[in-house]
């Protein structure tokens, strides 16, 4: 019999501790496992993996593993999403932040004027003089500033955004390993990190609480059946592999991160 101390579950294995130390074994999965009781259980969030068993059988050893399930409809969740009680907000590099009303701030901008800074800079150090280093030190503090005011009117929007519709809160992802997760660069966590510190002030202004939540299978869970895998999503396109849902990823995510708030609290 395993359990949480002893047994780890992934999406693609399993870790089990033997008197030998940790062993990992792959899950044996069909080809497609919409519809099967991997999909209704292991790679659902709404259920909860509680024990274990290790069985031999014909030879071969099967882990059967039991799982709870919340048979509660979701429908409040969702309703309640819809009324605008949490905005979930999801942050990227191709869209620097979609929200789950459907709202997107492309990062088009910022990565424009991030190559034009860095352009800038490489000429200047060409030179070498002490002229052209303190135009670097100049193109930085502009740099900067025109980060800073494009980050204020994002976080502006946002907060206006969950204001019309009737938000109390507003939900990001957990900004820990956010540049692991997205492939972000420095530049990139630095304006996450900026951004969510202007919408938390700004949103306390106004009555709202920010929050922030787990990511994990956000962008891989679809938001209308609960589905999680991760070939559910394919770059920027989401389509569900159990009820054929089709969306943005990344509003698919933003609205997933609202739920996930919701069953939280």
């Known amino acids: 019999m395993y359990e949480s101390r002893t047994a780890t579950f992934h999406d693609e294995y399993v870790s089990l501790a033997t008197v030998d ?3 990992e074994a ?3 999965l069909p080809e497609n496992p919409a519809r099967t009781p991997h999909q209704q259980y292991l790679f659902n969030d709404d259920s909860d993996i509680t024990s274990a068993e290790l069985h031999r059988q014909h030879g071969e050893w099967q882990l059967h593993i039991c799982c709870t399930a919340d048979v509660e409809s979701d429908t409040p969740a969702r309703a309640a999403t819809e009324n605008g009680t949490v905005l979930g907000v999801d942050l990227g590099v191709t869209q620097l932040a979609v ?3 459907g709202t997107f701030w492309s990062g088009d901008e910022c990565d424009h004027w991030r190559r034009e800074y860095e352009k800038r800079r490489g000429d200047l150090q060409e030179h070498g003089t002490r002229w052209a280093h303190e135009n670097i030190q100049s193109v930085g503090r502009e740099e900067e500033g025109r980060f800073t005011q494009t980050l204020h009117r ?3 929007e946002l907060v ?5 519709n009737g938000c109390t809160v507003i939900a990001f992802e957990n900004l820990t390993g956010i540049r692991e997760r997205t492939g972000a660069s420095w530049g990139h966590k630095w304006a996450f990190n900026r951004l969510y510190a202007y919408v938390e002030y700004k949103a306390e202004a106004h009555g709202l609480t920010v929050e922030q939540v787990n990511p994990e299978n956000t962008s891989r869970r679809c938001s209308e059946c609960g589905f999680t895998h991760p070939e559910n999503r394919d770059g920027t396109h989401f389509e569900c592999l159990n009820c054929e849902y089709q969306n943005d990823a990344d509003y698919n995510a933003a609205k997933n991160i609202g739920l996930r708030y919701l069953r939280q609290n």
């Open 160 to 164: 206006t955004k969950a204001r019309e």
């Open 99 to 101: 929200t789950s009303t």
């Open 21 to 23: 130390g940790r062993i």
């Open 26 to 28: 792959n899950h044996e």
């Open 154 to 156: 994002i976080s502006n």
